[in-house]
């Protein structure tokens, strides 16, 4: 089991994505894309890896960034390895060294991890100064290593595998199916990717205040499934955006969508028919959030 970790934004999804071989996370540009704790699974003649990927850390402006925040601090816990990853491309921010600073006193074997090595900007010397300089505060002697790499083009991702699998102990296989590469609920997974496909023709402010439930899944005789969607909003004139005009965006969320699902899952085609509702602060309400399986 490891806890793939670290703040918003750093190409956790995209990394997980890459070593399982198959996409099991969204992922897009927006930070806080990733809001549920989705196990990517890894299984080859070297053994069995089952990767949690979990929302990025950061700033929590409502009971749903609570939430998220809760899920990435608390991924570590009873997990064989810990992959710490960070945008390299980026500067060092204050949620990195949060991370740093657990990571010092980890149970777990961990990994620092390097990502967007291909990106321009890409520097590690602030980012293990930073974690030099949080070792001497904290009088920690503990080495961890460093792993450079891109989930986007793989560069350095074999290389990371084969560290994972020396760390890894000697124990029985989960016991999923060889060809499974997540366990994560089929409602949720098809919601994801219709949210997925909406974040990425939405302005920043939409995409943080937007849900997506899947009510109903019918399986046709022909091999097809017809899917019902509610799409949540939190204000009325979000909804407009969401539906765009004269229907263009959920067109193209549909026309994205839907050939994925049905390459996901086998079918002959799939048809989504989407609902938009204004649900005010929808991100406060504890049943919603369970519905959309953001709470236990």
Not at 75 to 92: R, S, T
Not at 243 to 269: Q, S, V
Request: proline content about 6%; overall charge neutral; hydrophobic content about 45%.
């Amino acid at each position: 089991m490891v806890a793939v970790v670290g703040r918003t934004n750093s190409g956790k999804s995209t990394l997980v994505n890459r070593l399982v071989g198959e996409k099991v996370s969204i992922v897009s540009g927006m930070e806080q894309t990733t809001r549920n704790r989705i196990r990517g699974i890894l299984t080859e003649p070297r053994g069995q890896l089952v990767f949690l990927d979990t929302p990025g850390a950061h700033k929590a402006e409502n009971e749903l960034g609570t939430l998220m925040n809760k899920m990435s601090r608390g991924a570590g816990q009873g997990a064989d390895a810990l992959l710490v990853v960070f945008d390299g491309a980026a500067p060092v921010r204050m949620e990195d060294e949060g991370w740093m600073a657990r990571a010092a006193f980890s149970e777990p074997p961990t990994l620092f991890v390097l990502n967007k090595a291909d990106a321009p900007g890409f520097d590690p010397a602030p980012f293990r100064a930073a974690w030099d300089r949080i070792r001497a505060e904290k009088a920690v002697t503990r080495e961890i290593p460093w792993v450079e790499l891109s989930a986007e083009t793989g560069a350095g991702c074999e290389d990371l595998l084969a560290r994972l699998f020396a760390l890894a102990p000697e124990c029985p296989v989960l016991p999923f199916p060889e060809d499974i590469v997540s366990d994560f609920p089929r409602k949720l997974a098809i919601a994801d990717i219709i949210r997925e496909k909406l974040i990425r023709r939405l302005f920043q402010e939409v995409p943080h205040q937007l849900g997506v439930r899947v009510e109903r899944i019918d399986e046709r005789p022909d091999g097809s499934w017809e899917i019902a969607a509610t799409i949540l909003v939190n204000r009325a004139s979000q909804k407009g955006m969401v539906i765009g005009n004269k229907g263009r965006t959920l067109r193209a969320m549909r026309r994205a969508a839907e050939p994925e699902i049905a390459e996901a899952y086998g079918l002959t085609g799939c048809t989504i028919v989407p609902f938009v509702r204004v649900e005010p602060k929808w991100f406060k309400n504890h049943f919603i959030l369970k519905e959309l399986g953001y709470k236990e």
